[in-house]
Every structure is written in C-alpha cells, then in structure tokens.
C-alpha cells in the first residue's frame, strides 16, 4: 500500500533501502507508464550511480539537502559530464523524488528547486531531400532484405517516426484503407500518422514479396520488420540497416535515424504545415521542443537566400 513504510524501509535504514525504493520506481517506469526499454534502463542506470555516490558520500539519500544534491552535480560537472547528461541525470533524480513524495517515502522533494544547467541550443542535424533518394537509390531491392530497408526507409521518411517506434510496428498496424500509420511513442501513447500513396505501395511491395520470404513458418509473428533469419527486428538492427544504407549511398556517417525524424518535421515546416500539426505528428509532449524546428526552417530560408540574390556576395 503505497505510503505504509515496512520496517526495513525507514529512512534510518540508510542506503539499502534506497536501492529497493530504486528498483519500485523502475518497476513503475515499466509496467505503469510503459517507458521503453531503452529509457527504463538511462533511469536505473543514472540512479544507481546517485545512490552509489550517496553511499561513499555517507549521505542518507532519504533525506538529502539541495546543498548536498548540487554536490553531486558538481561532482559530475568535475568528471567531465556533458551538460546534455547532468540534465539527464538531474531529471531522473527530480522523477524519482517526485515519486517518493507521492508514494509518501519521503516528507520532502529535495530536488525540485534546483535548477537545470543551461543547454547550448543546439539545431538538430537534418538531411536533404535529395540526400534521402539518393540512399533509396543505392538500395537494390531485387531481393527481400533489400525490399525490407526501402520500406523501412520510405516508412521513417514519410512518418517522422523514432527508430523504437518503428521496430515495434506490426503488419496490423498500417491501415492501408485509412492511408496511415499507428505509432505507440513514449509512454505507450498512441498517435495516427497519415501515409501518402508512394510509401504505401512500397511497404505493399514488402509484405507481399519481402515478408513472406522472410518470415520464418516456424516462428509465426506479426511484427512488420523481420530480419533474414526470420525474427522481428530490433531498434539497434534497424538502427544498423540504416548506418549501412547512408555508407552504401556515400553519405555522412554521423547521419542518424533521428536525422530523418528531424527531416520530416522541418520539410512539413517548410511545406506550411502549422507548428501544432507538427508536434501532433511527431508525439511532443511540449510544443517547444517542436519549436526548435522553426530555427531549422529560418536557417534554411537563410541559406537559400545566401546563394540565390544576387546582392548576397555585396560587400
């Protein structure tokens, strides 16, 4: 019953009982909220390492002060943490105490008024249109696998979709009739993206003429991405299908899955799609992490007007 301490779970107890505070708060990451694997994991990995630095500190985490917190912050700051991770690592700290008070384990929520650390802002990296055909191009799809990553590839385009989403598509999950897709994104929360008639026709291609030679009888499932020995493919294989297309097609290593997300938000932008369309289609919580894209689009408009006036070279 949440809020009814057992006796081995009094702050007094130091640490240990901490550490099981830990694991009740990932267990509700998981099966409450329906975090991901990979997001269940960053959490209990960045508390397990507050805990441990509680423990050699002599610290009670039960009842830390916003002094003894920003220690632990600095303690990070000095071993070189990059800001983006002290931000990390401070969001599942507030989380967790958030938590703890709901769950009343704890009197007092000691991180919530410390302050995050300013992130430079950074625009995310995009890709061209023309860099997206000529990757499909560099794909020969004579053959199942190659049939598989160009209706990956056309799917990640025309959807906007995380690379975990993708991965946990089923056949049942692209609705054909409709022209449009089902994504489950953080938190297992549903959106419907629409899918244009291209992209439609080449993931018709793949079931009819990839999937069925990948799938293996053996081992029935519904997952729309199967690898070629018949098992449902992983973020981490996709995420490798990906890296081995843009080397194929001679472009920048660096490029990532998200780069196509990002891609997809800023062409909708500077397609006139409405700021709010675009948060709905991407499954942002908050509009202004959406908002970054606008600065994408303006440095865009900014590049093109660069090259094209023919005063832009003027001194």
């Known amino acids: 019953m949440a809020g009814t301490l057992q006796p081995d779970e009094r702050p007094e107890n130091g640490a240990a009982p901490f550490d099981r505070w830990i694991e009740r708060f990932i ?4 099966d409450v909220r329906g ?3 990979n997001t269940v994991r960053a959490y209990a990995t960045d508390l397990n390492a507050f805990s441990s630095w509680c423990a050699r500190e002599g610290i009670d985490p ?4 916003h002094r003894e917190l920003r220690s632990y ?5 000095r071993a070189r943490y990059a800001e983006k991770t002290l931000n990390r690592h401070l969001s599942s700290i507030r989380t967790l105490y958030r938590w703890l008070v709901h769950e009343e384990l704890v009197s007092q929520d000691s991180a919530a008024a410390i302050a995050s650390p300013k992130l430079s802002r950074k625009l995310p990296k995009t890709m061209s249109d023309e860099d997206v055909a000529d990757i499909l191009a ?3 799809a004579s053959g199942p696998a190659g049939i598989r990553d160009a209706a990956f590839l056309e799917l990640l385009y025309a959807s906007g979709a995380r690379i975990a989403e993708v991965s946990a598509l089923t056949v049942d999950d692209i609705d054909f009739a409709e022209s449009q897709v ?4 953080k938190g297992s929360k549903e959106r419907i993206v629409p899918l244009y008639a291209h992209v439609l026709d080449v993931l018709r ?6 999937r069925t030679a990948l799938v293996d009888p053996s081992k029935p499932t519904r997952a729309l991405f199967i690898s070629t020995r018949g098992n449902p493919m992983s973020t981490d294989s996709l995420r490798t299908v990906f890296e081995k297309r843009v080397r194929a097609a001679g472009k920048d290593s660096s490029l990532t899955p998200h780069a196509m997300r990002h891609t997809f938000a800023t062409e909708l932008l500077g397609g006139g799609a409405d700021l709010r369309t675009v948060q709905e289609l991407l499954g942002h919580e908050s509009l202004s992490t959406t908002q970054i894209y606008t600065h994408v689009s303006i440095e865009r408009l900014k590049d093109a007007t660069r090259q094209a006036h023919p005063r832009s070279d003027a001194q």
């Open 27 to 30: 267990a509700y990451l998981a």
């Open 35 to 37: 975090l991901s694997p």
């Open 62 to 65: 039960a009842s830390i002060s």
């Open 73 to 77: 912050l600095a303690d990070l700051s």
């Open 138 to 140: 560099a794909i020969d």
């Open 182 to 185: 089902k994504l489950f994104g």
């Open 205 to 210: 291609e793949y079931l009819q003429r990839g």
